[in-house]
């Protein structure tokens, strides 16, 4: 799609849009599931009705992907190529069957990770090429972006750390910390390819102050009459 026919597109999505969608992004312990609870009450401060989703998953359908690209199976490795097309499998079927049609009823979603994550762990913490991931994100969900991007920025330090009291971790969240460094700096990339949409949070500070700074980004682009 050529960039004139690109931005038409994106026009006509907006348009079309009554609700909003906010996407929450960050590596592993950036604290962005924490806060969800804030944004969905600010939103729903604003007359609202809000509804929360996550990635993978979010449909029974895409929650079945989810346990495969979670699970780790120690007979047969999944490769990065798959875990690719199952994370766009998983987010074409949660765009389609859930995230446009409560847009279109103008509810505001809220989804506990989203596009950006893909760039982030697939592109640079896998190395797949990134002008296929476009491609692929052309065919699954197309022009369709959030209307604000939450990245929780967080050092891998730091976020693994944070995770290393979680008595379970999933597949991905048992990766070294030279992807999650990685990933990070592909959260950074991502936003800043997506500067209009996109707020970075500084998550490495306590919690408190990550939610001030989120009710700051909020009253931003949403600000109370």
Not at 52 to 57: A, D, K, Q, Y
Not at 181 to 191: D, I, M, S
């Amino acid at each position: 799609m050529s960039g004139t026919s690109q931005q038409q597109q994106l026009l006509a999505d907006s348009a079309c849009r009554k609700g909003v969608f906010i996407t929450l992004e960050g590596g592993e312990g950036a604290g962005k599931s924490s806060h969800l609870a804030l944004v969905r009450e600010y939103m729903e401060g604003l007359g609202y009705e809000v509804e929360c989703t996550r990635e993978p998953g979010g449909t029974k359908l895409a929650e079945q992907i989810r346990s495969i690209l979670l699970t780790k199976d120690d007979e047969e490795s999944l490769c990065s190529t798959s875990e690719l097309l199952l994370m766009y499998a998983a987010r074409a079927q949660l765009v389609n069957s859930k995230i446009k049609p409560l847009l279109e009823q103008g509810k505001v979603v809220i989804s506990d990770r989203f596009d950006l994550s893909t760039y982030a762990y697939q592109g640079f913490g896998r190395g797949i090429d990134l002008n296929s991931i476009d491609s692929l994100r052309e065919v699954a969900i197309g022009s369709f972006r959030p209307d604000l991007t939450l990245l929780f920025d967080v050092d891998g330090e730091v976020g693994m750390e944070r995770i290393r009291v979680r008595k379970a971790k999933d597949r991905i969240e048992q990766e070294s910390l030279a992807f999650f460094q990685k990933v990070r700096e592909g959260f950074l990339e991502g936003a800043k390819r997506n500067a209009d949409i996109a707020e970075i949070i500084d998550a490495n500070k306590s919690f408190d102050e990550v939610s001030n700074a989120v009710l700051a980004v909020l009253q931003k682009r949403f600000p109370r009459n």
